[in-house]
């Protein structure tokens, strides 16, 4: 890839930033987490605690004619109950929240003789040639894993995991979500070495904020590569925007981003990086 085009992702992604952006959305539909058996969808608390899923209680499964798959480790729900409860100096009742919890399966991956009650939403994409070819490029690529709900790259065993292809309505857009993991990929310490990968860092925090900059900045560079910046480009600077407000909306930090970006996107592409480039 050009420096012109290195330049021009920078400079596009810049002139966003000052424009104002839309809020940054994840590009893929996320299927809830519901109740097998009513199909309501949980709230609160147990959106963090159960991954996309349909769950019933043990109780549920075997009453419905199947079973839970040996070995399978259940998952917890939990919900407050309204107990009626006798005030002793006044004697009137009153209520008082009671938490109580579930042990549920996912009927999906840890039952056997249930079928889904509810209709995935899924689109149908043809793979885009010169994205499909910047993947297979990558000569020692950590192994990609595929799974519904979330994106993320886990540096202590090296693979990726984003939502497949069939969970976004833009196909584009999960190219820029697998390429932006890629990114992320490169700082192992066997490739570039990278602190906002090797170095422990909290969520939000500058060290994080700067690596997610990075990451999206050399995604967009990628998707410009493979032609397709005109369909992800507002989105990636959406997310970037997003980081600068956790680094003080300092500009600065896009392009200083954008030139460890450019040492990311050469890896995957097997170019060897000139840092006269950046002079």
């Not at 992604?13 to 009513?38: D, F």
């Not at 930090?253 to 040492?263: H, S």
Request: glycine share 8%; charged share 25%; aromatic share 12%.
């Amino acid at each position: 890839m050009s420096q012109k085009i290195y330049e021009m992702i920078t400079e596009r992604i810049m002139n966003m930033l000052e424009q104002g952006t839309i809020p940054w959305r994840r590009p893929w539909v996320v299927n809830a987490s519901v109740n097998w058996k009513t199909q309501k969808p949980y709230r609160g608390i147990n959106t963090l605690l159960l991954p996309p899923g349909e769950y019933a209680t043990f109780k549920q499964v075997t009453e419905a004619g199947g079973k839970v798959k040996k070995g399978a480790k259940s998952h917890i729900v939990v919900f407050w109950r309204w107990l009626e409860v006798e005030n002793k100096e006044t004697g009137e009742l009153e209520k008082v929240p009671f938490l109580r919890y579930y042990n549920v399966f996912e009927i999906n991956t840890q039952c056997e003789g249930l079928e889904s009650r509810r209709g995935e939403t899924s689109f149908e994409h043809d793979p885009i040639e010169e994205a499909e070819k910047i993947i297979e490029g990558y000569a020692d690529a950590p192994p990609i894993r595929f799974h519904s709900g979330s994106a993320y790259y886990v540096p202590a065993k090296d693979f990726i995991s984003v939502p497949p292809i069939s969970d976004y309505p833009k196909g584009e857009e999960y190219y820029c979500t697998l390429f932006h993991e890629m990114m992320h990929s490169t700082g192992h310490k066997d490739r570039l070495n990278r602190p906002g990968i090797e170095t422990v860092a909290a969520f939000g925090s500058e060290v994080y904020s700067k690596e997610e900059l990075v990451a999206e900045i050399g995604a967009a560079m990628l998707c410009a590569t493979a032609g397709i910046d005109n369909s992800t480009i507002q989105n990636s600077a959406s997310y970037v925007q997003s980081w600068l407000r956790v680094l003080k909306n300092e500009k600065k930090w896009v392009v200083q981003a954008a030139g460890l970006a450019q040492k990311g996107v050469d890896y995957i592409l097997g170019m060897k990086y000139d840092e006269e480039q950046e002079g």
